[in-house]
């Protein structure tokens, strides 16, 4: 099974999402066939009353496995049901630049 499959799964047993969206963008930070840089867009009912902070760390938490065994960089943009509802339209969910990792330029 492949890492985004496993995060699908982990994501999905611990945290009963309603939309989960995962994307691979390792292409565009450690090259082709990567497994290290992904994008989720989790909504659940189970973030209501938890903070930004909070939401975050419990993805993390599911995911701390996949963080200890190569996954280096994990863009998420957790939400409640209703917090999508008011942002679907205009949610604007890009990645930041990745600073580390095989991108690092050598020492001169």
């Known amino acids: 099974m492949n890492r985004e499959a496993r995060i699908f799964e982990s994501l999905t047993s611990a945290l009963s999402p309603s939309i989960l969206e995962i994307e691979n963008e390792s292409h565009m930070h450690s090259g082709p066939g990567s497994e290290t ?3 989720v ?6 973030f209501e009353g938890k903070s930004r902070i909070d939401r975050q760390r419990s993805v993390n938490d599911v995911l701390k496995t996949e963080f200890n ?4 960089a994990l863009t998420q943009k957790a939400l409640t ?6 942002q679907k339209d205009a949610l604007n ?7 580390g990792g ?7």
């Open 41 to 46: 867009l989790i909504v659940s009912s189970l």
């Open 81 to 86: 049901p209703a917090e999508f509802d008011l």
């Open 93 to 99: 969910f890009i990645s930041p630049e990745c600073r």
């Open 102 to 108: 095989s991108k690092r330029l050598p020492k001169q």
């Open 37 to 39: 840089h992904y994008k």
């Open 69 to 72: 065994n190569g996954l280096h």
